[in-house]
């Protein structure tokens, strides 16, 4: 079992706002980072140290971290976003990194 | 522009051996750490591990140590994932990404922040 712990799957309508969360001990010493992958697709760098966006990634795409869980929101979903999202960090040694079971975005 | 570019798909019988690629461009080789992620058909990303192209320091995770070797070639800035003896087990797709650290007087922070379009491994008999 991964030492991230995300919900599977969440749905959202669209231009609305979705939470998506990430648990795991090593998150209280390690911010977590955000991934989205679409079908076919590799996955893409959404957040990163807590609540950086790379470039090119939409200003809807947010994050914040407390204690031991993380968290990504998109406010004002859209169709384009339908995608699956893992967070990672450092595994629980420290030594090395694990990422989240990944949380399925349906944008109704 | 980075870039990561992996070798093409691969079918393999189970007991053979097999190399993929991860050549890199647009930025200096040498200068950061690269990752590699297993994900298997219709399931999630894992941490394989993760070299780096300065002096070849390999970390591998424990599910994956002794299984796979990574490895990596200056001359051509290109990482290489490798398998002495494939099962069908390693059927899935492989990214390699490149890795980014920095800490602050608090916290460390590591992400993935360009990735190989993936080669898909199949092992069959």
């Known amino acids: 079992s991964s030492e991230l712990t995300q919900d599977p799957a969440v749905s959202v309508a669209l231009g609305q706002t979705v939470r998506i969360t990430c648990q795991g001990d090593s998150l209280r010493s390690f911010y977590a980072s955000w991934y989205q992958q679409k079908p076919g697709q590799a996955p893409v760098l959404v957040i990163y140290r807590k609540n950086n966006r790379p470039s090119g990634i939409p200003d809807r795409f947010s994050g914040s971290s407390s204690g031991n869980t993380a968290s990504l929101t998109i406010t004002g979903a859209q169709a384009e976003d339908e995608a699956d999202y893992y967070c990672?960090?450092?595994?629980?040694?420290?030594?090395?990194?694990?990422f989240g079971i990944g949380t399925k975005v349906t944008v109704l | 522009e980075v870039q990561l570019v992996q070798s093409g798909a691969e079918v393999k019988k189970p007991g053979e051996s097999l190399k993929i690629s991860c050549k890199a461009s647009g930025y200096n080789f040498t200068g950061y750490w690269i990752d590699w992620v297993r994900q298997m058909p219709g399931k999630g990303l894992e941490w394989m591990g993760i070299i780096y192209p300065g002096d070849s320091d390999t970390r591998y995770s424990p599910s994956f140590q002794g299984q796979v070797t990574i490895s990596v070639d200056k001359s051509t800035s290109t990482a290489y994932l490798q398998w002495s003896s494939l099962k069908a087990s390693d059927t899935a797709m492989y990214y390699c990404?490149?890795?980014?650290?920095?800490?602050?007087?608090?916290?460390?922070?590591?992400?993935?922040?360009?990735w190989g379009q993936g080669t898909l491994v199949t092992v069959s008999s």
């Open positions: 990672s960090s450092r595994d629980s040694s420290g030594n090395g990194y694990v």
């Open positions: 990404a490149r890795h980014r650290e920095q800490c602050s007087s608090t916290s460390c922070w590591g992400y993935f922040d360009y």
